[in-house]
């Protein structure tokens, strides 16, 4: 009887462990395996980023967009990409934007090795720093999956931190700009907000939904005293 007990208390603990592991690798909130960045600190401001670019077919489009409010942004970038588009990486840039890594192919990193993880940031590192002469800082884990080996790994690539949001728009496959502005109205000033400019699984994935959405609310959050800043502005406090 005891021996049945004790059976069962292992599962529960190896489920209750399981469990906790698997909360630490996809929760937004976990910081069970390192720190992560999730909101901004000022409840006057909100982050805005973006994922899965740079998008040829909506990344310039959005940019325009962005400058006519005046809103800096932070763009977490897929490698591969860049390297296919290096001069809409530059242009992101060179309208004061930051650039993040986002990894080179886009891989769930919470089931790769360490040497892959390092591959996947250096490689998305180098697309980055040849194409822009700037070398990112933050990085984003593709779909937020994290593996206990992140920090440190990123660390070693000379990575600051993993930012991760607080708000996220769902707006990853084509659909109406409705759901979007709907969902986007949970946003309040503090927040980090994950959008998409990009598809991860192809280069020229249809984002307009997200453009939309952010022609609806930009004007109304400047409207409410809400200022935009990036990644970096938080790193360094401001």
């Not at 588009?85 to 890594?101: F, K, M, Q, T």
């Not at 920090?151 to 000379?158: F, M, P, R, T, V």
């Not at 707006?171 to 109205?185: G, M, S, T």
Request: with cysteine; charged share 20%.
């Amino acid at each position: 009887m005891e021996t049945h007990s004790a059976i069962a208390a292992a599962g529960i603990i190896c489920a209750a462990a399981a469990g906790i592991s698997a909360w630490g690798a996809v929760s937004p909130s976990s910081q069970l395996f390192g720190p992560t960045l999730r909101r901004t600190g000022n409840p006057r401001t909100i982050a805005l980023t973006f994922d899965d670019g740079p998008n040829p077919a909506v990344t310039p489009a959005l940019l325009d967009l962005l400058a006519r409010h005046e809103a800096k942004a932070t763009f977490f970038l897929i490698g591969r990409f860049v390297r296919a588009v290096p001069e809409l990486a530059r242009e992101i840039a060179a309208r004061g934007h930051v650039l993040g890594n986002h990894t080179e192919t886009h891989p769930a990193l919470t089931f790769l090795s360490r040497r892959r993880i390092a591959a996947e940031l250096v490689q998305c590192g180098e697309a980055i720093a040849t194409a822009t002469s700037v070398r990112p800082r933050w990085m984003r884990p593709p779909f937020g999956f994290r593996s206990p080996m992140l920090d440190g790994i990123a660390q070693k690539c000379g990575i600051a931190g993993v930012a991760m949001w607080s708000v996220m728009a769902r707006d990853w496959r084509p659909q109406p700009a409705a759901p979007v502005i709907r969902r986007l109205k949970r946003s309040r000033g503090g927040d980090i907000v994950l959008l998409h400019d990009g598809d991860h699984r192809k280069l020229e994935g249809d984002r307009m939904h997200t453009v939309k959405a952010l022609e609806y609310w930009l004007p109304r959050w400047r409207d409410a005293g809400i200022g935009f800043v990036t990644i970096e502005q938080l790193r360094d406090g401001r």
